[in-house]
């Protein structure tokens, strides 16, 4: 119990390493992407989750205008694409999952896209939204939800390596710090706007 | 994309591993303390957290009469005791907290029971909630943060060993499942009454 004061600016850093999804939705006749690590089931009957998104994301207004959007969960070998699309704005693009290589395909509960290299997915109906001080709490009630060979009764973490966001570095550059459960590292170098999260 | 259908009564085990946090409650004369996975980060500034929790379990009841409540992080040392308090209902003991062996310090600014032997803590007070399904989320506002030598700017890895839940087991007994980074696994037997998450 030798502890010092935590800046409060960074109190969020202390919930690290998580396991961010990727929330994807398409409104307008544009497909956007982005990485979100403030996240959380909420409810099992009916199963709800929760996903903070700051409103200036493009990813929210088109939320709201889809009224559904995707969860996807990449593994670590996706580490790269995943840190990519966290420092894009999807303002920029038609399609921002195949700007960084993943291909969309079509959920059938929802219509909305997924990214068809996941391990797992989730299709969400847009249920309720609550503004929480910079961030708007979205809850999705989950239509439909699918996974790969590596998931039965709980991830098979034996053959599912997750993926888990550890932070930024700034040795060379600002890089994103990815982990594994494997003793792994994989650095992303961060190109653009994105802030140190 | 070789996907099958995941029962809805599972998609919350889609976001395993996490890292669990303690939440520490006093109240009337009671020290109450549950790990709970369903937690994010929710504001920069300010600065507010949630924890979804079912209202049914004593650490609800005490957050509402206190208003205010502590968030404890246990590194990958302490999986016995956080699983143990995970199986042990508050309902039953005075200092839930001294049953598992933690000891209980009261926090300055919310004058709240937290763990000594936590790498991290957060004084929160009682901010707002919100129904959603099974459980409510509940929202505080972070007061005070204090961490150990191993958080800076963020978490040092290299010597922070973060305490992840992953899920449980039915091989000889039911037990919870507990992960590292270093690929280090502890599993802890459930005693009673705890569902399996």
């Not at 998580?18 to 099992?44: E, Y």
């Not at 699309?85 to 079509?106: M, P």
């Not at 699918?146 to 890089?175: C, I, M, V």
Request: charged residues 20%.
């Amino acid at each position: 119990m030798a502890w010092k004061k935590v800046n409060p600016a960074r109190i969020h850093r202390l919930f690290y390493p998580q396991v961010p999804v990727v929330i994807t939705v398409g409104f307008n006749g544009r497909i956007g992407g982005m990485p979100a690590i403030w996240h959380t089931p909420l409810s099992f009957k009916p199963p709800l989750i929760g996903v903070a998104i700051a409103p200036e994301h493009a990813t929210h207004e088109m939320i709201m205008g889809a009224k559904a959007f995707g969860v996807n969960w990449l593994d670590f070998s996706y580490a790269k694409q995943v840190g990519e699309l966290g420092d894009l704005s999807g303002k920029d693009f038609v399609n921002k999952l195949a700007i960084v290589g993943f291909d969309a395909i079509n959920g059938e509960a929802s219509g909305q896209p997924l990214i068809s290299e996941a391990s797992a997915v989730l299709e969400c109906h847009y249920s309720d939204r609550y503004r929480v001080g910079t961030h708007q709490l979205i809850v999705g009630r989950v239509m439909a939800a699918k996974a790969n060979d590596n998931f039965k009764e709980y991830w098979n973490l034996a053959r599912y390596n997750p993926l888990l966001y550890a932070g930024t570095e700034s040795r060379k550059r600002k890089s994103w710090i990815f982990k594994s459960l494997r003793d792994e590292t994989v650095t992303v170098p961060l190109r653009g706007h994105a802030r140190r999260n």
